[in-house]
């Protein structure tokens, strides 16, 4: 059963070490759809070609029990990233991770992702899936510092353009967040 909110954006606020690397002046939090939904969705258009709507945000808000969406945002309240993902018994799916082009390369993916992980893992995850574009080095590179590792190809998954993702999994049994060396 799914913690309630309160109890879940307390748990996020704990997780603040998780995400100490993180450039000073950001903090990671659960998505409050007032203040924040204007940003994911300006991440979300800067970031994917193939973007989700407001609609496709605010259902999963108000209407699923295994979403959770993640928001990184400076202390003026800017949303610089987010992380979408559900959380369906043990397992930890990442539909979308997306960072501003401004704010990349400046370890703000790592911390968020970092801070997801370590949330899910409260909540009971044991392993997590997603699925990326074969051509997204970058993206391939962070998630190998996690532990993710490819497991499987769904061809001509993503359009315009037109590409294979990839399919990455991570166990997690051991509970650690980040494999070690990676940092």
């Known amino acids: 059963m799914p913690s309630s909110p309160a109890n879940a954006r307390r748990a996020v606020r704990n997780l603040m070490s998780a995400a100490e690397r993180l450039p000073a002046g950001l903090e990671i939090d659960r998505l409050d759809v007032a203040r924040d ?9 800067a970031s994917f070609v193939n973007h ?15 979403a959770r969406v993640f928001v990184c945002r400076t202390a003026a309240g800017m949303v610089v990233a987010y992380c979408a993902v ?4 043990d397992e930890l799916h990442v539909n979308n991770l997306a960072v501003l082009p401004d704010w990349r390369r400046r370890g703000v993916a790592r911390g968020l992702l970092r801070a997801v992980l370590a949330a ?3 909540e009971g995850a044991t392993r997590a899936t997603l699925e990326v574009r074969a051509s997204n080095l970058p993206a391939l590179s962070l998630y190998g ?20 993702a990839l399919i ?8 650690s967040v980040e494999t070690p060396g990676h940092e």
């Open 37 to 45: 939904l204007d940003g994911v969705l300006t991440v979300d258009a």
């Open 52 to 66: 989700w709507t407001r609609e496709m945000f605010l259902w999963e808000a108000e209407h699923s029990d295994v």
């Open 86 to 89: 559900w959380l369906i018994f």
């Open 120 to 122: 899910a893992r409260r």
């Open 145 to 164: 510092a996690f532990g993710f590792v490819q497991r499987g190809r769904r061809p001509l998954y993503y359009t315009n353009p037109a590409e294979d």
């Open 168 to 175: 990455l999994w991570r166990e997690d049994a051991s509970g």
